[in-house]
């Protein structure tokens, strides 16, 4: 469904041409005149000039000229228009008095009133009005014969987050007596991120695994990414490289997240070759990412190799001139490399006369147990106003 008037969510492409925006205007200070069709392209047309105010005038006036006319189909895109425009701008009360309009409690069944009550949906569970929710969701899934794999998944999650154990897991084995692999998988992936979001690994897994195994081929990526990502953070180095490995086949090695995933992958386990290799990749398939080039500069200074960390430096500090250095250093700080990060705070220092950097610097010392040379950069940070930096020096001088 295209929002048209929600500029804030969605891309409305281009400025229209002048002749057109102009052509525009001239149709809304003609309104009396026009029909409820040409009404409506016309605040479509003003939305995709950026004139948003204009456009939900329009369409308030569509909804009067429609009241005395018989074209009602423009009524219910008008309502559900401005529905969302409200819900956009979180005036909840007038917006639910327009997707009421327009979903007019489901006598129609038209894309428009499919979206009014995905959206009545969303404000219902926002005033945890959950009768009406369920109310909502199931009729919008029923109404579409479950074909939506959104609106079949959030009745699903619906269903397993308010204690009704039973309807979901009904919902759900229907969903999947589906024949369309794609369309189970994506059902499985959404479900096992909602049970990501509640910590719960094993199930979570669980859904993730079954949508990656029955999807067909580019519709494994969303859940190998995040059992990727799982198996990372559990150190489950075998299973990491496996999911890694297989998606980079999938994508004929050209992903650049992939390929840098692969990488961090390889340096976490110390085999600078790969990691060397994979991040190489990982920088020509997405000229515009610094981060394959950061853990390449990482992997060269541990290498004492010069050259190539003088270039890889070069390449970041013409993107950044002023803040590379601080960036850097905060970067390797959280990779939990205290030298590098140390080199180029104290670059940042130097080179860029960077008072914050002297209060990162500080912090740094600290947790090296430094704390004389912690205390004097936090206090020259202090002297420069550098925000925050007063209450970490009293917690550092307050060390023992």
């Known amino acids: 469904m295209k929002y048209f008037i929600i500029k804030e969510n969605i891309s409305l492409g281009g400025k229209m041409k002048k002749l057109l925006l102009v ?93 009014a009550a995905r959206l009545l949906y969303l404000i219902s569970l926002q005033e945890k009005n959950i009768k009406g929710a369920e109310n909502y969701i199931s009729w919008a899934d029923e109404k579409t014969q479950g074909a939506d794999g959104d609106l079949a998944s959030s009745l699903i999650i619906f269903y397993f987050e ?124 997405d000229p515009k990412s610094n981060d394959a080039n950061i853990l390449l500069l990482a992997i060269y200074e541990s290498k004492n190799d010069t050259a190539n960390a003088t270039s890889i430096y070069n390449k970041l500090k013409a993107k950044a001139p002023t803040t590379v250095n601080k960036e850097l250093g905060i970067f390797y700080a959280g990779l939990g490399s205290p030298q590098l990060a140390e080199k180029y705070l104290q670059k940042a220092i130097t080179e860029n006369k960077d008072n914050q950097a002297k209060a990162m610097l500080g912090q740094l010392y600290a947790q090296m147990g430094k704390k004389a040379e912690a205390v004097k950069l936090l206090k020259e940070a202090v002297a420069a106003k550098v925000q925050g930096a007063d209450q970490i020096l009293k917690q550092v001088e307050a060390m023992k």
């Open 23 to 115: 052509g525009a205007l001239l149709g809304a200070s003609a309104l009396s005149f026009a029909d409820a069709k040409s009404d409506y392209q016309n605040a479509e047309n003003l939305a995709k000039g950026n004139k948003v105010e204009q456009a939900v005038k329009v369409l308030e006036k569509v909804l009067e000229g429609v009241a005395k006319s018989s074209d009602k189909n423009y009524a219910v895109k008008a309502n559900f228009q401005l529905g969302a425009y409200y819900l956009g701008k979180n005036n909840i009360p007038t917006a639910k008095k327009y997707l009421l309009s327009a979903w007019n409690d489901g006598k129609t069944v038209t894309e428009d009133t499919v979206e």
């Open 162 to 285: 308010n204690g009704m154990q039973s309807k979901g897991q009904a919902r759900y084995n229907k969903a999947m007596s589906s024949s369309n692999v794609d369309y189970k998988a994506y059902i499985n992936y959404n479900v096992g991120q909602y049970y990501l979001g509640k910590n719960n690994l094993p199930n979570a897994k669980k859904y993730l695994k079954d949508s990656y195994s029955s999807a067909s081929k580019e519709a494994k990526l969303p859940a190998g990414y995040l059992l990727a990502q799982i198996a990372l953070a559990e150190k489950n180095n075998a299973d990491a490289e496996k999911y890694l490995t297989e998606m980079n086949t999938i994508t004929s090695g050209k992903n650049a997240q992939i390929l840098g995933m692969l990488g961090s992958h390889y340096l976490q386990t110390n085999n600078l070759t790969k990691a060397e290799d994979y991040l190489k990749k990982a920088a020509a398939a």
